[in-house]
């Protein structure tokens, strides 16, 4: 079995929402700006998500150290009013000197994931910025915004941020993910292998994991709310959720498996603590990458998923589109006698789930009893898709 690198991200809503990184005993890291002839290369990558790119005319600010007075700034990658992926490095002199790339591809579209890099190789010159959208070089341009007259980019205290500049403005709207600083200007190869064919990475894994300085998976493993809850997890430079920025889960972002090593038991035995069906945790029956919920009925001993036996069946669905008619059918098999037939609960009611016309959030438990394995099988008028989510679980209590 296997469970999923990103199970979640942070949902921003584009009026105050953001992520605050507290100046750590790491902050001096992500700081790159030098007085002498060079500066320090480095590298900023994100995954991003926008519902509605014309609902949002302001530039939404991804990640980078800004400040609502733009003399402040530090660098920036951003998304733009024009839908476009800015990358903006600030001089510390008078004139809010500045040099700026901005991607000359496609501008993104609505509802889609995209994986956005900006890197720089501490040349002083506008020439130095690449952007990448998707594993590819984006055929940028160069704006001269007073970039003549650069002379080093900003170091002082101000805040990292994601989503939101520092001390206000800027704000990003809707989802991100996973992002990444890195301490050297990327090769094509290396965003390439990062962007990972359209499926977040598990970085552990990546070749410039040694040059990663810090690395916010928002939203997954040990990230919760709260005080620093958001963790870097290659550093100590930790973020904190502001506003009413929040965890949610992403079913629809592609994303790698992390495979168990070693041996790997094929019965957890009985347990009050509600097991997986699918095996790990993250391991969906539908949604996300996992595949199709099965539209025909099950047979044979091997079809569905082991239950233990265990009294109890936790079922998490989640849907966001709100113009179809879903139904899930389940079915429970007895090895005693070697057939499949409807779940019941222990009350008499069929396990059964539905949606007409409407999103659905939730999580349900079912008392059952003398199930050996359980199948589930969509029988609405509509397909689940791919951006549906849906696990099980079994328990003794």
């Known amino acids: 079995m296997s469970k999923r690198v990103n199970l979640n991200a942070i949902k921003f809503d584009g009026a105050g929402d953001k992520i605050t990184v507290t100046n750590s005993s790491d902050r001096s890291k992500l700081s790159f700006g030098q ?14 998500f926008v519902a509605d790119v014309s609902d949002d005319a302001s530039a939404g600010h991804i990640a980078g150290i800004a400040h609502v007075d733009n003399v402040e700034h530090e660098y920036i990658i951003a998304r733009g009013s024009n839908s476009k992926i800015l ?16 991607s000359a591809g496609t501008p993104i579209a609505d509802s889609t994931w995209y994986h956005v ?3 720089y190789d501490g040349s002083k010159s506008e020439n130095g910025l690449k952007i990448y959208i998707n594993g590819a070089a984006d055929a940028i341009h160069q704006t001269n915004a007073n970039g003549g007259n650069y002379v080093q980019m900003r170091n002082d205290g101000t805040a990292f941020t994601i989503g939101g500049y520092d001390n ?3 704000y990003f709207e809707d989802k991100m993910a996973d992002v990444c600083i890195f301490d050297k200007e990327l090769t094509a190869t290396e965003v390439a292998e990062i962007y990972n064919s359209g499926k977040v990475k598990d ?5 410039t994991y040694s040059n990663l300085i810090s690395w916010w998976k928002l939203g997954d493993d040990q990230d919760a709310p709260g005080t620093a809850g958001i963790k870097d997890y290659k550093g100590v430079n930790h973020g904190t959720l502001q506003a009413d920025a929040a965890i949610i889960a992403v079913p629809s972002l592609p994303t790698d ?4 090593e070693g041996h790997v038991y094929t019965s957890w035995g009985r347990t009050r603590q509600p097991k997986n069906v699918a095996g790990d945790h993250g391991v969906y ?9 099965p539209k025909i009925d099950p047979a044979g001993a091997s079809a569905g998923y082991v239950t233990e036996n265990q009294r109890f069946l936790h079922l998490r669905w989640k849907a966001e589109q709100n113009d179809k008619d879903h139904e899930i059918t389940a079915y429970g098999y007895s090895h005693a006698t070697g057939t499949w037939s409807l779940l019941y609960d222990t009350g008499g009611t069929q396990v059964k789930l539905l949606t007409e ?10 008392e059952v009893s003398g199930v050996d394995r359980v199948y589930f099988k969509s029988t609405g008028e509509d397909d689940l898709l791919a951006t549906d989510l849906f696990a099980a679980a079994t328990s003794t209590f």
């Open 87 to 102: 990358f903006y490095l600030y001089d510390v002199g008078a004139g809010n000197c500045r040099l700026m790339a901005a």
């Open 357 to 366: 016309d409407a999103t659905v959030d939730m999580v349900h438990v079912f």
């Open 203 to 207: 970085m552990t894994k990546a070749t």
């Open 35 to 48: 007085a002498g002839a060079t500066e320090k290369p480095f590298s900023i990558s994100a995954w991003i």
């Open 117 to 119: 890099v900006g890197t």
């Open 168 to 170: 206000g403005d800027g």
């Open 257 to 260: 498996r992390i495979r168990p």
């Open 285 to 293: 029956i539908h949604g996300g990458i996992s595949g199709a919920m």
